[in-house]
């Protein structure tokens, strides 16, 4: 309660606006999935478009960072790390990067579906964006570390979250691997070169979502290590 009346006095929180930042930043990851449906349907206005609702979201998280970032001046008092927190930020406005970058991706060239790359594609989004889900979920828990002082029961929950964040990316790293496999030896000479290059950008960004996921839940357990 002291950490919350110290926030009061000198500044508003910058928890509840980080917050809205997770939220935004989730919903920016999760046009993702419909994007690859467009491309999977060969409905590549739909992609256009999908691509465009992606950059817009983009731009409206990037107007709540800087929001976020606009209450942390060096002078206030926090109960964290002010570095710590900035990286989380950072972290959280990667993964919108990361989905506008896919989308921009789709929309370089029109490229062909190979099928041996459908069913794993419809495995590793939706697994990746379990990633992004898990870290907002953590970062929504900051407001109630910040109330018990980051101390007692509420840690060791976040703990486990942020232990259940690093299995889910490791399980969408080994889909993403072998999505590469796929790429790059199963579908050999029937792959064009300008489509084989795109593909792998749009597969590191894919891997990129669940990565920047799991560096924004790293940053929070260096919370509760203080």
Same mark, same amino acid.
């Given at each position: 309660?002291?950490?919350?009346?110290?926030?009061?006095?000198?500044?508003?929180?910058?928890?509840?606006?980080?917050?809205?930042?997770?939220?935004?930043? @989730?919903?920016? =990851?999760?046009?993702?999935?419909?994007?690859?449906?467009? &491309?999977?349907? @060969?409905? $590549?206005?739909? #992609?256009?478009?999908?691509?465009?609702?992606?950059?817009?979201?983009? $731009?409206?998280?990037?107007?709540?960072?800087?929001?976020?970032?606009?209450?942390?001046?060096?002078?206030?008092?926090?109960?964290?790390?002010? %570095?710590?927190?900035?990286? #989380?930020?950072?972290?959280?406005?990667?993964? =919108?990067?990361?989905?506008?970058?896919?989308?921009?991706?789709? +929309?370089?060239?029109?490229?062909?579906?190979?099928?041996?790359?459908?069913?794993?594609?419809?495995?590793?989004?939706?697994?990746?964006?379990? /990633? /992004?889900?898990? =870290?907002?979920?953590?970062?929504?828990?900051? *407001?109630?570390?910040?109330?018990?002082? &980051?101390?007692?029961?509420?840690? *060791?929950? /976040?703990?486990?979250?942020?232990?259940?964040?690093?299995?889910?990316?490791?399980?969408?790293?080994? +889909?993403?691997?072998?999505?590469? %496999? +796929?790429?790059?030896?199963?579908? @050999?000479?029937?792959?064009?070169?300008?489509?084989?290059?795109?593909?792998?950008?749009?597969?590191?960004? /894919?891997?990129?979502?669940?990565? +920047?996921?799991?560096?924004?839940?790293?940053? #929070? %357990?260096? &919370?509760?290590?203080?």
């Amino acid at each position: 309660m002291m950490v919350r009346s110290i926030l009061g006095i000198f500044a508003e929180s910058p928890f509840k606006p980080l917050k809205e930042l997770g939220h935004k930043v @989730g919903e920016c =990851a999760h046009e993702v999935g419909p994007l690859f449906d467009s &491309f999977f349907a @060969g409905d $590549y206005d739909a #992609v256009r478009s999908q691509a465009e609702k992606i950059s817009q979201l983009e $731009y409206e998280a990037d107007k709540i960072k800087d929001r976020v970032r606009d209450k942390l001046p060096k002078s206030i008092f926090l109960p964290v790390d002010r %570095r710590d927190l900035l990286a #989380v930020i950072s972290s959280l406005d990667a993964i =919108a990067d990361c989905a506008e970058d896919i989308g921009i991706l789709f +929309t370089l060239r029109e490229m062909e579906l190979h099928d041996q790359m459908v069913e794993p594609l419809k495995i590793l989004v939706p697994q990746v964006l379990l /990633v /992004v889900d898990k =870290a907002i979920e953590i970062i929504d828990q900051l *407001d109630a570390l910040v109330e018990v002082g &980051f101390k007692g029961e509420q840690v *060791d929950k /976040v703990r486990k979250m942020i232990d259940e964040l690093g299995r889910l990316e490791h399980e969408a790293d080994l +889909t993403q691997d072998a999505l590469a %496999r +796929t790429l790059f030896s199963d579908l @050999g000479d029937d792959i064009k070169p300008g489509s084989l290059f795109l593909w792998n950008k749009i597969l590191n960004k /894919v891997g990129d979502l669940a990565n +920047t996921s799991e560096k924004a839940g790293t940053r #929070v %357990r260096l &919370f509760l290590a203080k």
